[in-house]
């Protein structure tokens, strides 16, 4: 019977090439026409612990992935203990014969295969991979491709490997038939991936960061495609030279952002209002982990939310937006880093590590991305002020050199010219030209897509950032809810989650103990009849979450 | 050239911020008539303290920054335009308490930027605390009692960093100290110049530093020799001014950028883009 929708888990120690093997899953998965969602699960240690990826994927869209799978592949006795619960019913566990004994699976003997072709402790995912190929009836020479590809190093070993895996699987080749389509649906890209192109897309010259997870992999990703993409990329001292660089930086000209998680962030505080008094434009992403302080560094929360909307001494307007998958996550980068020029302030790309380090089928057009020129000076030289003032608050932009004139900006209030000020009328005049732009803003906002409503019903899941994916997921299995995902949360598009609200019971799922953005909706006037929450470090389960949405109905 | 603007100067009568403003408007007013210089393609950056006040006195592009960063603010500049002249003013409170790892951090890396530092051993805008360099027994409000920390060496830390232009100079010797300015701007790397400069509300270090200094160069001191530098950055008795040491080394900004102008403007690399994404 051909099946659509298969999950996989892979399991095992770090250093064990769990994350690749769940990546050429993933991307098998997509060549057979397939779209996928792959999550990887990792510990904060370089080896040992455990890690597991889990890889769900269908011929239509997939939106989260799902903790109960088709087939698990478990390459130590751990992953066993900790997975083996989770087969579902026809299920097929693969498990590591040489570290554990099993009654009922598949037991191949991983190690011994490995010491036989004098192979390396990373090859055992790719007997992962093979296994799950096997089962899933792909033809081998089909396999051998998808190798060459991805492992550049050790192919032959790893051919070798799936050649052994292939013969003792024979009797259960193609036990899962799988529905396929003739090409790829589209392209695999982890969420940061997809920011960092995004920004790309929309003109960033220049990326600052100092390592953070989970927001080091744009860093990584940028570096290492600096050269490609013409984008200088730095990795300084501290978060604090990262972005008082990164406001130099733009204050130059260059379309500049910076990344960090909430610590990385916190150390930022100060100079996010220097930006927003200096009217510097400043693209942040922040990518937050669950718990205050360290937290949990490798896992998923939305713990950040107040901190994004009101980080910052004094009072300026700001732009906070967080997106769900990688299309929006790639679309809203490229237009945050042009709002951020145009109404020349910070703003916050908040993002989980859910969506950022989450692998997804991806379907974006970077030729759809335009570039919003920011409102440059062209009048007489001589009489150029920096902070001139404008109905709409903004004031028309230089970069040094300028010949004929200055360009001087403030950290201190100060007059139009830029110059050190302390009189009343001068800090009042200045206080209100800043904040007309938050009016200005909310009016741009209008035409962009600042909510996005899923489906139709009479309750409403509402969820903002990578919590939209599971939701999306969990209401395949429930009547009558539609999913309502906040895109924009500062400013905050109260006029368009109205409409979507409209007559309809909201129920609102975060990853927050204290329901910071129940209490963001509640403060907008909207009101909440459930919540679900949860603070796990873990995504929601869709099933589990469609059970609980259930639950909030009746 | 006029470098003056309408700010009304809020500095005390006397005090040394004075000799390096000058100082400053001199040098940079010889290297553009000299051609050497283009006042336009400037930008000077400046913490917070009496000292942060010069962007409001120079009619030069600027950018008033935070406590400790001018010298990641105009490291930021240079990266995104490496065609601008780059000068960061910070107080030692400022370049070695808040902003002490900035400072290292752009000796390390020898970022093409100069790094001015009003040095006189006390917080004045905030009435009289010690600093980084104050002296042993330093009596501020925050040390009644008197300074329990030995001072700090401003050259050493450096030298030790990897600064490539290193100087100290004094607003009591303006000629000297305008030329220390000139080769400053002009060096292509990390230049630094930490200027003993009195406070005269706080701590009028005047009579000290007239009776103590003694300038390098009219002594034979080889700028090129980096241990007679480290030597002559520990002397305490006399206290030498001028150019201690200076090499040349790859700058930062030229080797990541290697001819790339980030802030020019250009079209975005969307095919670039699209076979990013169709190799995936």
Not at chain 1, 487 to 506: N, T
Not at chain 1, 512 to 526: A, D, H, T, W
């Amino acid at each position: 019977m051909v099946q659509d929708f298969l999950t996989v888990i892979v399991g095992g120690e770090a250093g064990h090439g769990v994350k690749k093997s769940g990546n050429v899953i993933s991307i098998l998965m997509n060549e057979l026409g397939r779209y996928v969602f792959e999550m990887d699960d990792y510990q904060s240690l370089i080896r040992g612990g455990h890690n597991f990826s889990v890889v769900s994927s269908s011929t239509s869209p997939v939106y989260s992935h799902y903790m109960s799978a088709d087939i698990i592949v478990c390459l130590d006795k751990r992953s066993v203990d900790i997975h083996k619960d989770r087969l579902k019913d026809g299920g097929t566990l693969v498990y590591n014969a040489d570290t554990v004994t099993l009654d009922s699976g598949t037991g191949l003997p991983m190690k011994t295969w490995i010491k036989d072709i004098k192979g390396i402790p990373l090859m055992a995912g790719t007997i992962g991979v093979a296994a799950v190929s096997a089962l899933c009836g792909v033809e081998f020479s089909f396999l051998e491709r998808i190798f060459k590809a991805n492992y550049p190093r050790g192919l032959e070993a790893n051919v070798e490997l799936a050649r052994m895996v292939y013969e003792r699987m024979k009797d259960d080749e193609g036990k899962f038939e799988l529905a396929t389509a003739e090409t790829p649906p589209g392209h695999l890209l982890a969420g940061n991936e997809a920011i960092a192109l995004g920004a790309a897309a929309a003109g960033l010259d220049v990326y600052i960061a100092y390592p953070m997870t989970p927001a080091s992999t744009v860093l990584h990703y940028l570096a290492a495609l600096s050269k490609k993409l013409g984008i200088a990329v730095v990795h300084p001292e501290t978060e604090i030279a990262v972005v008082n660089m990164a406001l130099g930086s733009a204050y130059a000209g260059a379309r500049t952002a910076v990344g960090s998680s909430g610590g990385g962030f916190a150390l930022m505080h100060e100079a996010f209002s220097l930006a927003g008094m200096s009217e510097t434009p400043l693209m942040v992403i922040l990518a937050s982990r669950p718990g205050p302080s360290t937290g949990v560094p490798t896992y998923t929360g939305q713990g950040d939310l107040d901190f994004a909307l009101n980080v910052g001494h004094g009072e300026f307007p700001r732009i906070v937006l967080s997106p769900s998958g990688t299309n929006q996550a790639f679309e809203k980068a490229a237009e945050l880093l042009n709002l951020v020029w145009k109404f020349q302030v910070p703003g916050i790309l908040l993002t989980e590590k859910h969506l950022g380090e989450s692998w997804m089928t991806t379907i974006i057009d970077p030729e759809s991305v335009k570039v919003t020129k920011p409102i440059l000076y062209d009048g007489p030289l001589e009489q150029y002020g920096r902070y001139e003032k404008t109905d709409s608050g903004i004031s028309p932009m230089l970069y040094p050199p300028a010949k004929g004139t200055v360009v001087k900006a403030s950290s201190y209030e100060h007059d139009q010219k830029g110059i050190t000020t302390e009189e009343a009328g001068k800090i009042e005049e200045m206080q209100e030209k800043r904040y007309r732009k938050e009016k200005a803003i909310v009016e741009e906002m209008r035409d962009l897509l600042t909510i996005t409503t899923h489906g139709e019903g009479s309750t409403s899941l509402v969820t903002y950032g990578s919590t939209t994916l599971s939701a999306l997921e969990a209401v395949k299995n429930v009547d009558d809810v539609k999913v309502v995902q906040v895109i924009y949360l500062r400013p905050f598009p109260d006029w368009a989650l109205w409409e979507a609200l409209s007559d309809s019971e909201v129920i609102v799922a975060e990853l927050s103990v204290s329901g910071q953005f129940e209490n963001l909706l509640r403060s907008e006037g909207f009101d909440v009849s459930a919540h679900i929450r949860q603070y796990d470090g873990r995504a929601f389960d869709p099933p589990e979450l469609a059970a609980r949405v259930r639950e909030a109905i009746q | 050239m006029n470098l003056e603007t309408y700010a009304e100067n809020t500095w005390c009568k006397g005090c040394g911020n004075f000799g390096l403003l000058n100082s400053f408007k001199d040098a940079v007013s010889e290297l553009v008539e000299e051609g050497a210089l283009r006042a336009e393609n400037m930008v000077i950056s400046s913490g917070i303290g009496c000292h942060g006040k010069t962007v409001d006195y120079l009619n030069l592009n600027s950018f008033y920054s935070l406590h400790g960063r001018a010298i990641s603010c105009v490291s930021g500049m240079k990266i995104a335009n490496p065609n601008l002249t780059v000068v960061a003013f910070q107080g030692d409170g400022d370049a070695f308490g808040e902003g002490i790892a900035h400072v290292v951090f752009s000796a390390k890396r020898n970022i093409d930027a100069t790094l001015l530092v009003h040095d006189n051993s006390v917080y004045g805008l905030t009435t009289g605390q010690f600093t980084p360099t104050s002296e042993k027994g330093f009596k501020g409000k925050s040390t009644p009692r008197g300074s329990i920390e030995e001072p700090m060496n401003p050259l050493a830390l450096v030298l030790a960093s990897g600064g490539t232009f290193v100087a100290r100079g004094f607003v009591g010797k303006r000629k000297h100290l305008v030329g220390l300015f000139k080769k400053a701007l002009l060096h292509k790397g990390f230049s630094f110049v930490n200027v003993l400069q009195p406070c005269v509300t706080f701590n009028n270090t005047y009579s000290r530093y007239r009776e103590s200094t003694y300038i390098l160069e009219d002594e034979g001191h080889d700028a090129t020799d980096f241990q007679a530098a480290w030597g002559k950055a520990r002397e305490t008795e006399r206290i030498p001014i001028g150019l201690l040491y200076q090499v040349e080394r790859p700058t930062f900004n030229d080797l990541l950028l290697e001819g790339l102008v980030p802030a020019e403007p250009r079209a975005p690399p969307l095919s670039a883009i699209s076979e990013i994404i169709s190799e995936r």
